[in-house]
């Protein structure tokens, strides 16, 4: 079992930068590829990148490459999703998430097991 935990959400004018957590716990959690989702109300979770389980490779949706960057440290058990440059259409809660498979870069949010409960990003124009 996994238990994952985002933290560092907040209100951010446009063009500016957040720097969200996600804090895992769990036996074997350093071999999990971990990912990122964001949701507005009524719509489908997207994806937004994930990392490996070693941090040595990455994938990012085209919506935010370039701008945000993934990165993870497994002595602390911690991801990090680094946001810059935010833009209005940012706005929306934050997900972490993994599954067993390690996979780190399936778009498809039903594909992932284990889940936080969500940050709330918020940019202003």
């Known amino acids: 079992q996994v238990q994952l935990a985002e933290s560092g959400g907040g209100l951010v004018q446009a063009g500016g930068s957040l720097r969200l957590s996600c804090a895992a716990s769990?036996?074997?959690?350093?071999?999990?590829?971990i990912v990122w989702f964001r949701q507005l109300p009524g719509k489908e979770r997207e994806f937004v990148g994930g990392?490996?389980?070693?941090?040595?490779?990455?994938k990012y949706a085209d919506s935010v490459k370039g701008r945000f960057t993934i990165s993870r440290d497994n002595a602390k058990n911690t991801v990090y999703l680094q946001m810059n440059s935010l833009k209005p259409e940012d706005t929306a809660i934050y997900y972490c998430?993994?599954?067993?498979?390690?996979?780190?870069?399936?778009?498809?949010?039903?594909?992932?097991?284990?889940w936080g409960q969500g940050t709330q990003v918020t940019v202003s124009s």
């Open positions: 990392i490996n389980w070693n941090g040595s490779s990455s």
């Open positions: 998430a993994a599954d067993r498979s390690g996979s780190y870069s399936a778009p498809n949010s039903r594909f992932y097991e284990f």
């Open positions: 769990g036996r074997t959690v350093n071999v999990y590829g």
